[in-house]
Structure formats: C-alpha cells, structure tokens
C-alpha cells in the first residue's frame, strides 16, 4: 500500500468511507431508530441556506427572513445540487459523498507528504491515524464544512510549498497554469470559513517572500498572479454582502459575536451562571437588550447593527482588558484540545460530557505521540527544516481560534490541525532515517 498510486489511494479511501457510513447508518437505524438530526442550529444552517438558494430565495436560512451574513458561501453552495432535489434521503447521501471525498483528499495528501519527505511508513502511519480519527468520522454523514475547511486549507498549503520549491528550470507556460490552481484553491478556502480571511493571506505573502529570498522569479509571478485573481474572484460575494448589509463584508462577519461568546463561555467580565443560556450570556455581555430569537439566528446576529456594535466592543475589549484577553487565550488554549478541562477548571458546576471526557483522552493520547514524534524529527537533519514549516502551519491554524471560541462540539475547530498532529505522531513509531533511505 505504501506504492499505491496517491489517485488509486484517494479513490479506495473514498469508497471505504461511504461503506462504513452507509453501514453505521444500518446498523443506527436498525436498533434506534432513524437519525433525526439533520440541518438546524446545531449543524449550522447550511443544509438551509442550499435549500434556500435552490429555490431561489437568496442565501437566507428561512424564506423571507434576514440577510445571512456571519456565513460563509462555499459549503452552502456545495450543497445546493442535492437541496435541489428536494428530498432529505438523497441530502443526506450527498453530504456522505461530499464530505467522505474532501476527507480521503485529506488522508491522500498526509500519505503523499509523508511518504515523500519523511519515507514510505511515515506516509501509511499518518494516514491511518488521521483517517480512523473517530470525530472526523463522525462528522462525515453532517451537513458542515470543517472537513472541506481541513481539506482545502492542507491543498492550499501543499499548492504553496509545491509552487515556491518549484525547479527553476520549469518551463514558462506553466506559470499561468499554477497561477490558475492556486487561485482556485486559495479562493475556495477563503469561502470555507473566516478565520481563513487572516491565514490565506498570511501564507500568500510569506510564500512570495520566500520566492523573492530564493530569487525564484516565476514562483513569485505564479503567487503574485494568483492574489491578483483570488482579489478579483472575491468582489462579488463583497458586494453581495454590501448589498444586504450596507456594509462591505469581504467574507463572513461574526467575530464579535464569537470574542463575547468566549467572554461569556468563561464568565470573563461577567459573572457566569448555569442559570443563563450561552446565547443570553453573550447579549448581556454586549449590553443587547433585545431577546434570543430577535438578535440571533443560527448563532449570528440577524442585524448589522448589532454585529458592528460587537465588532467595535471586543476590539475596545483586548484594549482596554489585556489581562482579560490573555486570560482567555490560555483558558481557549487548553480547552481547544481537552474539552472537559473547561468543567475542571471553569465557572460551570456541570459535569462534562462521555464525548467531552472521550476527546480529552484520546488527544492527551495523540498529542503525547506527536509531541514524541516531532521531537525526534527536530533532530533529525533530514526533517528539520519540513519539521519546522509543519509546526508552523499547526500553530497559526490553532492560534487564530484562540482569541474567539473553542468550545464547539465535536472538535470541529482543531481539524485543520488533525493532518500535521498525524504527521508528527507517525513519527513516534518509525525510524525516520532508515525509513527516509528505503
């Protein structure tokens, strides 16, 4: 296996992963009953806004109701060709389809980066520990994009490293054609998700740095041609949002919103209470004195109004309360990987969760292994360097969830991580320079 064809790989892993869904799906509906939960609050509302737009009542989570604009469009338009079916079976086999091939994608790129720079067995191990990750699993038979987000932002980044160490002697007329592929995948990760408005960019830019440094002349025109076109590519959905709101919206808003909802989740600022939902925590955070069902929907507000005015408190927030904001930082920090710690070490007297407790453990489990891993090909000459880019990508992906939020169930905000933590964790198990030589 550690020969296949990375195409022939992909292609296997994605008909397996269908199998096993379809599977499970038997086998849940045999002794309890058919899965009810499809769509809403708790799978984010894109199911509704494809259903929405296929039928021509605009990206809206409900037919006439507010503008949508803390969403972001790729996903919810990926959906649309089932929604316009109009049959929940044939949705739910679709985003099966969808989110299984964007998954083995994934998987496919771990076992070609491993197998390339750290050696065969690297390559296998990562891709069975990133592809039998039980939460990732999980996710596939949902209707939500954190496995496209992980998906495209690993493309996106493999699509850097592959244009910048470009050979010098690459032949000309393929400038355009990697300008054009970049472009492509760097847009649609921008659509995927916001926290990608900071991370493209930065990437975009330090890739074109490092092709100046290396004076690599047609790897800096691919990346600056590509920027060119993302920007371009990007005006519309601006507009749209200009349209709707009055305001220019590049991507998807909602980061106050989500600052105050990691404010309220620790009870920073204000007294925490059991008593109040999250939802009602965060508006009394911003002083909204409006209900729930008024203010928000689908976990955005359903006014620019409130959405600027949370804009500007959480940036007068980290001012005016640095110690706050670091507090909270380190507190996200920690939960981000070990959800339950947030019933140790937080406000709430609940207890946390079998699934809280289950990802705590699996990832104190996981990140022993990485840590092991990374370590050993720190020291290792031949992987330093790929080591230290692979840190990196790691780090920035996770820091840019720690001013906000990490609470959301399932894991959902470290899978961009998952790739890189396998990759390391591979490492654990193997000897990378005999691998490497073989």
Not at 14 to 38: C, H, P, R, S
Not at 134 to 156: E, G, S
Not at 406 to 413: D, E, K
Request: charged share 10%; net charge positive; proline share 5%.
């Amino acid at each position: 296996m550690s020969n296949w064809h990375p195409v022939n790989l992909l292609i296997v892993t994605w008909f397996l992963l269908i199998v096993m869904m379809a599977m499970v799906t038997i086998v849940e509906t045999t002794f309890f009953g058919w899965q009810k939960t499809f769509g809403g609050e708790v799978h984010d509302g894109y199911i509704e806004l494809a259903r929405n737009i296929s039928q021509g009542n605009g990206y809206l989570f409900t037919p006439g109701g507010p503008p949508v604009f803390h969403r972001p469009p790729l996903y919810a338009h990926l959906l649309v060709p089932a929604a316009a079916t109009g049959s929940e079976f044939i949705e739910r086999i679709y985003v099966v389809v969808l989110n299984a091939f964007f998954l083995a994608g994934a998987a496919m790129l771990v076992f070609v980066a491993g197998r390339r720079l750290f050696g065969p067995r690297h390559g296998l191990i990562a891709y069975a520990l990133l592809i039998c990750n039980p939460w990732l699993l999980h996710t596939v038979r949902n209707p939500m994009a954190a496995i496209v987000q992980m998906a495209l932002y690993l493309t996106f980044l493999c699509l850097c490293a592959k244009v910048v160490l470009a050979e010098r002697s690459a032949p000309t007329n393929k400038v355009l054609l990697w300008s054009l592929l970049l472009a492509l995948c760097s847009w649609m990760t921008l659509m995927s998700h916001g926290v990608m408005m900071l991370l493209v960019p930065m990437f975009l830019s330090i890739s074109a740095f490092y092709a100046l440094y290396r004076r690599e002349i047609r790897a800096f025109l691919t990346i600056v041609i590509a920027t060119a076109i993302v920007i371009l590519a990007t005006i519309p959905w601006t507009i749209r949002n200009y349209e709707v709101t009055g305001h220019p919206i590049i991507i998807a808003g909602n980061s106050g919103l989500s600052y105050f909802a990691g404010n309220a989740h620790w009870g920073i600022g204000m007294p925490y209470s059991d008593d109040v939902t999250p939802k009602q925590a965060l508006l009394n955070h911003l002083g909204i004195d409006d209900s729930v069902d008024n203010a928000m929907h689908f976990y955005g507000f359903t006014s620019i109004d409130y959405e600027l005015r949370a804009n500007a408190a959480y940036k007068r927030h980290i001012k005016e309360h640095p110690d706050q904001f670091s507090k909270k930082l380190l507190l996200n920090g920690i939960e981000y990987y070990f959800p339950a710690a947030y019933y140790w070490i937080g406000p709430t007297n609940k207890q946390p969760s079998f699934s809280d407790l289950a990802q705590t453990v699996y990832f104190l489990l996981f990140l022993s292994l990485a840590l092991r891993g990374m370590v050993r090909m720190l020291n290792m000459r031949k992987c330093r360097v790929y080591a230290r880019i692979m840190v990196g990508c790691w780090g920035i992906y996770a820091a840019s969830y720690l001013p906000f939020l990490t609470f959301v169930g399932f894991s959902l905000y470290n899978f961009g991580t998952l790739p890189f933590i396998a990759l390391f964790a591979a490492a654990a198990f193997i000897d990378n320079e005999k691998d490497a030589e073989s």
